[in-house]
C-alpha cells in the first residue's frame, strides 16, 4: 500500500494503524535495550571522535584500525581522568562519615520536635515507626547488595560494549554509509546524504558544546563554593557539571546533592541558603546566556518535548535514557525537517522561533569579527 491508498483510508483505520506501529516500536525498544542502548551511545562517540580518527589516518599516515583504536583509547584517558578526580574527591567525603551521623542524628531530633508539635505524635510512636522501618530494609539487604552487584557488573559490560562498538564504527563508518545510501531509491540518495551529514555535524556540535558547557559549570560553581567556604567545592562542582547534562532535572538533583552535603559538613547552616541560590542562579545563567551561546542553536527543541523527552527516556531505558533523550529527538527534528510527509511533526519538536537570548545574540555577533 503506498502513501494515497494509506490517506484513503478512514480515520479510524488510520489511528488504529499509527498507535500499532507506536506500540510495537516502543515495545521492541524496551526489550532490546541491552543492545540498543550501547549502540546509540556508541555512535555519538564515534560521531565525536571521528575528526580525531580521520586527523590520525590523513596526517599520522596510520592505518584505519590503529587511528580508531587510538581514538577510542584517547577517549577512555579523559574518562578515567575525570573518574579518578572523582573518586579521589570521595575518598575524602567518606572520611567525613562521622560528621554526617551526628548532622543527620541532629536533624533526625529537629524533625521528631516539630512532628510532635504539630501532630501531637510522640517521640516513642515515631521511633518505633523508624526502627520497624530499618528491620525490615536490614532484613532485605542481602537482596538490596545482590542487585547493587549485579547493577555494578552491568554498568561495566555496558562500559566494555560501548567502546568495542565505539571502535567498530569508526573502523567501519564508509561501509555503514554506503549502507545506509543503498538502502534508499536513487531519487532520495541526495536527501539521506544531506540528513546523515547534517546529523553528523550538528550531533557533533551538540556534544563539544554540551562539554563546554559541563565544564564551565563546573568551574564556576566550584570557585564559587570556594569562596563561600564549602567543604568538598570540587567534588560539588563536578557533580553539577556532570548532572547539568540532564536538562532541568539534572540540575536541581545536584542542588539536593550539594545542599544535603553542605549540611552536615558546614557549621554555618546559612552556607546551605547560599548553596541553594548559587545553583538557582547558574541553572537560569546557563538556560538564558551560557546554553543559547555554546551550544548553539542549530537544532532547538521546545522546553515542553524537552521534558517530555526525558521523562519518557527514563521511563524507557531509565538513567541512560534520559541521557540519550536530547540528542535522539534531535535526531528526529533533523530527517523530519527534510522529509516533506514528516514536516509537521519537526514543527512541534522546534521552538516557536528560532531566537537566542539578546545578550547571548550579542556575545556572539561580536565573536565573529575577532574570529576573521
Not at 37 to 51: A, E
Not at 233 to 239: F, P, R, S, V
Amino acid at each position: 500500500m503506498d502513501i494515497k491508498q494509506f490517506k484513503g483510508l478512514p480515520f479510524y483505520l488510520k489511528l488504529a494503524a499509527v498507535l500499532f506501529s507506536l506500540i510495537s516500536l516502543v515495545y521492541i525498544v524496551i526489550i532490546a535495550k541491552e543492545i540498543l542502548s550501547p549502540l546509540i551511545f556508541s555512535c555519538l562517540f564515534s560521531i565525536l571522535l571521528l575528526p580525531v580518527a580521520a586527523f590520525l589516518e590523513s596526517r599520522l599516515r596510520l592505518p584505519r584500525s590503529a587511528a580508531s583504536m587510538l581514538a577510542v583509547i584517547s577517549m577512555l584517558a579523559c574518562i578515567g581522568g575525570l573518574l579518578y578526580i572523582i573518586g579521589s574527591q570521595i575518598s575524602g567525603l567518606a572520611s567525613d562519615w562521622p560528621q554526617f551521623q551526628d548532622q543527620l542524628h541532629k536533624t533526625q531530633d529537629g524533625i521528631m520536635d516539630w512532628i510532635r508539635s504539630s501532630f501531637h505524635v510522640t517521640k516513642h510512636k515515631q521511633m518505633t515507626f523508624v526502627a520497624n522501618t530499618t528491620n525490615k530494609v536490614v532484613a532485605s539487604g542481602s537482596a538490596v547488595v545482590g542487585a547493587t552487584l549485579l547493577s555494578l557488573s552491568g554498568i561495566l559490560l555496558f562500559l566494555v560494549f560501548t567502546f568495542i562498538y565505539t571502535f567498530f564504527f569508526l573502523l567501519y563508518r564508509k561501509l555503514i554509509m554506503r549502507f545506509l545510501e543503498s538502502v534508499f531509491e536513487e531519487d532520495n540518495k541526495t536527501v539521506v546524504h544531506d540528513i546523515i551529514e547534517n546529523v553528523q555535524q550538528i550531533i557533533r556540535k551538540y556534544i563539544i558544546g554540551l562539554l563546554i558547557e559541563m565544564a564551565i559549570i563546573a568551574v564556576v560553581v566550584s570557585v564559587t563554593f570556594m569562596l563561600l567556604g564549602v567543604k568538598y567545592a570540587i567534588l560539588l562542582g563536578l557533580i553539577t557539571g556532570l548532572f547539568n547534562i540532564i536538562p532541568y532535572i539534572g540540575i536541581f538533583t545536584a542542588l539536593i546533592v550539594s545542599s544535603a552535603v553542605t549540611l552536615a559538613t558546614s557549621p554555618d547552616q546559612a552556607t546551605v541558603i547560599y548553596v541553594m541560590v548559587t545553583l538557582v542562579i547558574t541553572h537560569l545563567l546557563d538556560s538564558n546566556i551560557l546554553l543559547p551561546l555554546v551550544v548553539g542553536s542549530k537544532v532547538r527543541i521546545n522546553a515542553l518535548i524537552t521534558v517530555l523527552g526525558v521523562i519518557i527516556g527514563e521511563m524507557v531505558w531509565g538513567i541512560p535514557g534520559m541521557f540519550l533523550s536530547i540528542p535522539v529527538i534531535a535526531v528526529l527534528k533533523i530527517i523530519f525537517d527534510r522529509v516533506d510527509s514528516l514536516k509537521s511533526w519537526g514543527i512541534i519538536l522546534g521552538d516557536e522561533e528560532p531566537k537566542q537570548n539578546r545578550l547571548a545574540k550579542k556575545l556572539s555577533v561580536k565573536k565573529k569579527p575577532a574570529a576573521a
